[in-house]
């Protein structure tokens, strides 16, 4: 069987695809998750901040905005209302008065550990889908990812 010519075109409809498709199944993966354990009042964002902060069990407003990728007046306002949900709260070290640290909460070691689940679910789809590759077509997936997240960091 003869292989067809990929066009640009046919690659772009298929990113354009797969990026919508992601992004639906993401979110609908997040709310049933959340909803089963009870945090479905939660965005996706927060749940993100959540992750960062209980990662290292204790992070600074500038560590989370580095790790989001996002201004830290926006980290602020994330913080503002996750705390106002009672998921993180405000810490200060008896050595450091001035400097302002998150901790999770009770519920938000919940909340940590359905993101997790969330990722080994995710994780094993994509583990699956992998295995269906040899190794040149996994070699060259792995080649257009490198490209797509340095044109990204060098945008």
């Known amino acids: 069987m003869a292989k067809e010519n990929v066009t640009t075109e046919d690659l772009l409809k298929g990113l354009s695809d797969f990026l919508h498709l992601k992004d639906e199944q993401a979110d609908s993966d997040h709310k049933k998750v959340l909803k089963e354990n009870g945090l479905d009042n939660y965005s996706l964002t927060e749940l993100h901040v959540i992750h960062c902060i209980g990662e290292e069990s204790m992070r600074n407003l500038t560590t989370i905005s580095e790790y989001m990728v ?15 949900k009672g998921a993180i709260e405000k810490i200060k070290l008896a050595d450091n008065q001035k400097e302002i640290f998150f901790i999770l909460t ?8 359905a993101h997790e689940v969330l990722h080994q679910q995710s994780q094993a789809k994509w583990s699956a889908l992998f295995e269906q590759y040899n190794q ?20």
């Open 70 to 84: 996002m201004t830290r007046g926006a980290v602020s306002k994330i913080c503002s209302r996750l705390q106002k």
């Open 106 to 113: 009770e519920e938000g070691e919940r909340l940590f550990h």
């Open 136 to 155: 040149s077509e996994k070699q060259a997936i792995q080649r257009f990812f490198a490209d797509v997240t340095n044109t990204f960091r060098h945008s």
